[in-house]
T-cell receptor, first 116, second 111 residues
Framework: NAGVTQTPKFRILKIGQSMTLQCTQDMNHNYMYWYRQDPGMGLKLIYYSVGAGITDKGEVPNGYNVSRSTTEDFPLRLELAAPSQTSVYFC???????????????FGPGTRLTVL | RKEVEQDPGPFNVPEGATVAFNCTYSNSASQSFFWYRQDCRKEPKLLMSVYSSGNEDGRFTAQLNRASQYISLLIRDSKLSDSATYLCVVRSSGGSYIPTFGRGTSLIVHP
C-alpha cells in the first residue's frame, strides 16, 4: 500500500492564480481531511469528508474548495491564491471518525505552497 | 482558552534524560487522545494512542487524567533520534469526532 499520496510536493503560485492539490489514499478509508500548517504552528483543519459525496468545512475553509467523488480521492482547490495561503498542506485519512482510541489518521507527505 | 494547549518548548535535554510533556484540553466530552510525532518538514506520524488506564510502549508512557483534562507523555532514556515535535491530538464526540491538534512541543536531545 502506498498509503496517502499528495501531489505536487512543492509549488509556487502568483497572487490570483488557482491550483488543485491532489490527494489519494489506497486504504479504503471513509474519512479524509485537509490541513494547513504554518511555521511553528499546529495543524488547522480546512475541510474534511466522511465519505464519497459528503464534505464539510473545518476551522479555516475560506479561499478553498473540495470535492469527494470517489473514496480514494480528495482534491483541494485554491481559487485566487493569496500570500496568506502560503503554508504546508497535509492530507490525511482514517478508517472511521475516531470514536475509538485505536483509530488513527494517516498523513500524506505534504505540499509546500508559496504564494508570491 | 484554546481547545488543546501544549507548551511549545523547546525542551533541550541530554541523552539519557527523562522528559515529560503535558497537554491540556478544554472539551470535557473529548473521547479519544493521541500523541503524534512530527520531524522537521515531514508529516505527523502516530506515536501512540492514550488509553484511560494509561499505556506504555517501550520508553514511552502516555497517561490520561480526565478529571483535570490533560494527557501526558513521558520519554525515558532519551535518544538523539527522539528529537522532534510532539503533537497532542484530541477527538471529541458530537458528530464526526473531528480531531483538534495542539501546536506541538519541540524536543531537542543533545549528546
Amino acid at each position: 500500500n502506498a498509503g496517502v499520496t499528495q501531489t505536487p510536493k512543492f509549488r509556487i503560485l502568483k497572487i490570483g492564480q488557482s491550483m488543485t492539490l491532489q490527494c489519494t489514499q489506497d486504504m479504503n478509508h471513509n474519512y479524509m481531511y485537509w490541513y494547513r500548517q504554518d511555521p511553528g504552528m499546529g495543524l488547522k483543519l480546512i475541510y474534511y469528508s466522511v465519505g464519497a459525496g459528503i464534505t464539510d468545512k473545518g476551522e479555516v475553509p475560506n479561499g478553498y474548495n473540495v470535492s469527494r467523488s470517489t473514496t480514494e480521492d480528495f482534491p483541494l482547490r485554491l481559487e485566487l491564491a493569496a500570500p496568506s495561503q502560503t503554508s504546508v498542506y497535509f492530507c490525511a485519512s482514517s478508517r472511521t471518525g475516531g470514536e475509538t482510541s485505536t483509530d488513527t489518521q494517516y498523513f500524506g507527505p505534504g505540499t509546500r505552497l508559496t504564494v508570491l | 482558552r484554546k481547545e488543546v494547549e501544549q507548551d511549545p518548548g523547546p525542551f533541550n535535554v541530554p541523552e539519557g534524560a527523562t522528559v515529560a510533556f503535558n497537554c491540556t484540553y478544554s472539551n470535557s466530552a473529548s473521547q479519544s487522545f493521541f500523541w503524534y510525532r512530527q520531524d522537521c518538514r515531514k508529516e505527523p506520524k502516530l506515536l501512540m494512542s492514550v488509553y484511560s488506564s494509561g499505556n506504555e510502549d517501550g520508553r514511552f508512557t502516555a497517561q490520561l487524567n480526565r478529571a483535570s483534562q490533560y494527557i501526558s507523555l513521558l520519554i525515558r532514556d532519551s535518544k538523539l533520534s527522539d528529537s522532534a515535535t510532539y503533537l497532542c491530538v484530541v477527538r471529541s464526540s458530537g458528530g464526526s469526532y473531528i480531531p483538534t491538534f495542539g501546536r506541538g512541543t519541540s524536543l531537542i536531545v543533545h549528546p
